[in-house]
């Protein structure tokens, strides 16, 4: 579903218009900076190549639009790693807390899922961007949909921003694009060419959070097969990076939130290197492998004469169940009372680490987040405003930030894009 836009209508009479603020991008950060920007003495209007606002928007958390997560300002700067100190300042401008609020107070309550990820409460995207609109509306925002941005340029007051039919002149410019992610939805990369031109510096884009490619081919056999509560680490590490959630398993790899993570904790290590990583993966990490070798060991005594597989398929989905005994070397259809006690250990070390070696991951195009972007060392983490141009701010996945799935990445489009409007707005007041 698509929201269309209800901009103010052009004068045709004139191709150049005059704005305080101009936002180029009507996503989530765009449209939350706008909303931090405006006031009776500040005109904003944003520009978005798309003829609606949101088209990323509508598509998140499955079109349920998972907007933040359930936790404290210190775990967020904590999950965002490196990126989590420049953060830290936008997320007190605009915390999970005030999110919730935010979209509270205009009708529209949230929910938290026992994962700590937060939720409209009827789980629609729609209602997240409906509210934006109309609190953009409200504000009196000119919004112009249908308007790509084609060059961003120096002026004696500002910028010269030109679009496809007119030329914009701002005396502010912030800068929400996105990054190159999920390019159908209007994420083309072209504010990384904008911040170029400004004299930023882009870190090359990466897939993060995307599935993972695996050398085996067993998984496509059990594409779709899906597990709620894994935990994926390195092959030969005790610590770090380690993922954990739900999986699904495709035609060539693993899908899923953990598998994502992992994805992002290994994207430098994976863009074009080459290398193969490996991994492994506890099906069953809330149980000791001692207590499963008692449990696994007292089913196959009680059920002789069923089949291994359908012994492991008590735990585990029926088609894994299977791959699990031929990888241990064992006919499925072998019954309970024969397995060898070698060929049970083995079936318990796969369910307790998974062998699976990554190759690379899914296309760019395919990930939830871009990895790299405008480099955040030549951005004031204190207003989101350049530290090279006069008058320029960054908003949302355009920089280099990113978080791990679980609405993370929403809420430091709302944070960053909140401080980068309130800043310029305060800006031009002379704040």
Known sequence: M???ADPWPADESNHNMKTDICVIGAGPAGLMAAIGAVSERISVTVLEANRAAGRK????GGGRCNLTHDATIDEFVRVFGDAGRF??????????????TFFHDRGLPTTVEPDGCVFPARGRAPDVLRILQNEVERSGVRLLCESPVTDVALQDDGFAVTTSAQVVAAKRLIVATGGLSWPGTGSTGDGYRFASALGHAVIAPKAALVP????????????????SDVRIRLAGASRRPVSSGAIVFTQDGLGGPAAQDMSRLLADELAGTG??????????PSVQETELDGWLQQQLTANVRKTVTNVLAEFVPRRLA?????LAGCDGDTQA??????TRRAILHLVKALPLHVTGTRPLAEATVTRGGVDRRQIDPKTMGSKLCAG???????IDVDGPCGGYNLQMCFSTGTLAGRAAARQLAGL
Do not use: Y
């Open 322 to 326: 299977s791959t699990l005994c031929t």
């Open 2 to 4: 698509e929201i269309a």
């Open 392 to 398: 320029l701010f960054f908003a949302g996945e355009l």
């Open 57 to 60: 928007l509508l598509v998140t």
């Open 212 to 227: 993972l490619v695996t050398s085996e081919n067993w998984p496509g056999d059990l594409a779709g097969v899906a597990l």
């Open 275 to 284: 290398h193969t990583i490996g991994l492994q993966i506890d099906l069953m």
């Open 87 to 100: 953060l830290r300042h936008s997320l007190h401008e605009m915390p999970s807390e005030a999110i919730r």
């Open 337 to 342: 009372g024969r397995i060898r006690k070698e």
